[in-house]
């Protein structure tokens, strides 16, 4: 269960309810550029700054247009699932889901508390989701109906099911590490012939013409 701050605990005491908005940051690549930039939206009806983690950052105001399912919270390495609704015909959304990749974009939602009747914040923005977006596709609403963006999320637990490192190409490798060279004759594997056992250098020669020898590890050593 999340701790909430005092303020809040005071204000739910009193039975008078809550005014919740929710925020939503992720953080994707711009398809121009390649730089990793950071973009909020929130249920609010004007562009707001709020402070995050000691971070200022800015929100756009979404109001009604943003639709979120239920969150909920588990103990444990369960990759939870999450999905949002957002208006694609706004400005925001097209930027984030145009100018932005947000495939696997970093992304987190807070929520706001505050005080029904002033409609001011009682406390800071509650962080109650992290993860990733999975995918952001945009319907078209059929007979001049609103189009609509639904982003699927994976929680952070998601990254504990990608692959190693080791079992990926070696270009991946290359742009990891320029130096590392584990995989550097992978794609030959099934192009070229490779001898075990032997010693053998240069090419081999027959009747189909000559055939490309790669270099082979035997006994710790290089041929």
């Given amino acids: 269960?999340?701790?909430?701050?005092?303020?809040?605990?005071?204000?739910?005491?009193?039975?008078?309810?809550?005014?919740?908005?929710v925020l939503i940051w992720l953080t994707a690549k711009n398809r121009d550029t390649g730089a990793a930039e950071g973009m909020g939206?929130?249920?609010?009806?004007?562009?707001?700054?709020?402070?995050?983690?000691?971070?200022?950052?800015t929100y756009f105001g979404a109001g009604s247009m943003i639709g979120m399912d239920t969150l909920t919270a588990r103990a444990g390495l369960e990759v939870r699932m999450h999905k949002v609704t957002v208006s694609a015909l706004t400005p925001e959304v097209v930027t984030a889901l145009r100018v932005y990749d947000p495939r696997l974009a970093p992304v987190q939602i807070h929520e706001l508390y505050c005080d029904p009747t002033t409609e001011l914040a009682v406390a800071d923005?509650?962080?109650?989701?992290?993860?990733?977006?999975?995918?952001?596709?945009?319907?078209?609403?059929?007979?001049?109906?609103?189009?609509?963006?639904?982003?699927?999320?994976?929680s952070s637990a998601w990254a504990l099911t990608k692959g190693l490192t080791i079992k990926r190409s070696n270009g991946a490798l290359v742009a990891?590490?320029?130096?590392d060279r584990f995989r550097e004759y992978v794609d030959l594997g099934r192009a070229v012939e490779t001898v075990w056992g032997?010693?053998?250098?240069?090419?081999?020669?027959?009747?189909?013409?000559?055939?490309?020898?790669?270099p082979v590890y035997i006994f710790g050593s290089v041929e």
């Fill in 1 to 21: 269960m999340r701790a909430l701050a005092p303020e809040i605990l005071t204000l739910l005491q009193r039975r008078q309810g809550l005014l919740t908005h």
């Fill in 41 to 57: 939206l929130w249920t609010g009806a004007d562009h707001q700054e709020f402070v995050i983690g000691g971070q200022t950052r």
């Fill in 125 to 154: 923005p509650v962080r109650v989701f992290t993860g990733v977006i999975m995918e952001a596709p945009i319907t078209q609403g059929a007979d001049g109906g609103e189009s609509v963006a639904e982003i699927t999320m994976a």
């Fill in 176 to 179: 990891r590490a320029p130096g």
């Fill in 198 to 214: 032997e010693k053998r250098s240069g090419s081999q020669s027959g009747g189909g013409g000559s055939k490309p020898l790669i």
